[in-house]
C-alpha cells in the first residue's frame, strides 16, 4: 500500500491502492478518530489512511464530511463542486447527494413561485 509523494492531499477511509507517478512513493499513515456515534450513543472509532504530510486542514474536513451529519446542508451550491468525492465513504456520499437534492429542490421551488 503505497501513495505517490506528491498526493499530499490524500485523506480517506478507503485503502488506498498502490499509486506510482513515475516518481517517489510513501507509505500513508493512519489517524484514527473515536467519537460518539449520534444514533446509537456508543463510542465508535474510524480510521483514515493520509499522506506523511497532510494538512490539518484537509484531515479535519474530511473528518466532518464523515463525522458531521449536518456538514452537507451548511455549503453553498458552489461548494460541492469541490468535494473530495474520489476519498470519500458511501455514506458520506449519500448524505452528500440527499443534501444536495434537497438544495436544488428548494432552489427550483424558488424559482418557480417567482
Given at each position: 500500500?503505497?501513495?505517490?509523494?506528491?498526493?499530499i492531499?490524500?485523506?480517506?477511509?478507503?485503502?488506498?491502492?498502490?499509486?506510482?507517478?513515475?516518481?517517489?512513493?510513501?507509505?500513508?499513515?493512519?489517524v484514527?478518530?473515536?467519537?460518539?456515534?449520534?444514533?446509537?450513543?456508543?463510542?465508535?472509532?474510524?480510521?483514515?489512511?493520509?499522506?506523511?504530510?497532510?494538512?490539518?486542514?484537509?484531515?479535519?474536513?474530511?473528518?466532518?464530511?464523515?463525522?458531521?451529519?449536518?456538514?452537507?446542508?451548511?455549503?453553498?451550491l458552489?461548494?460541492?463542486?469541490?468535494?473530495?468525492?474520489a476519498?470519500?465513504?458511501?455514506?458520506a456520499?449519500?448524505?452528500?447527494?440527499?443534501?444536495?437534492?434537497?438544495?436544488?429542490?428548494?432552489?427550483?421551488?424558488?424559482?418557480?413561485?417567482?
Amino acid at each position: 500500500m503505497h501513495l505517490s509523494s506528491g498526493r499530499i492531499d490524500y485523506c480517506s477511509t478507503k485503502v488506498p491502492t498502490d499509486e506510482y507517478d513515475g516518481g517517489d512513493s510513501v507509505s500513508p499513515a493512519t489517524v484514527t478518530v473515536s467519537y460518539v456515534d449520534p444514533i446509537t450513543h456508543r463510542q465508535e472509532r474510524l480510521s483514515f489512511y493520509v499522506h506523511p504530510k497532510l494538512s490539518a486542514a484537509i484531515l479535519e474536513r474530511m473528518i466532518k464530511i464523515e463525522l458531521d451529519l449536518d456538514f452537507f446542508k451548511t455549503l453553498d451550491l458552489s461548494e460541492f463542486t469541490s468535494l473530495p468525492v474520489a476519498n470519500m465513504s458511501k455514506n458520506a456520499l449519500l448524505r452528500m447527494n440527499q443534501a444536495l437534492l434537497a438544495r436544488l429542490m428548494a432552489t427550483q421551488e424558488t424559482n418557480d413561485t417567482a
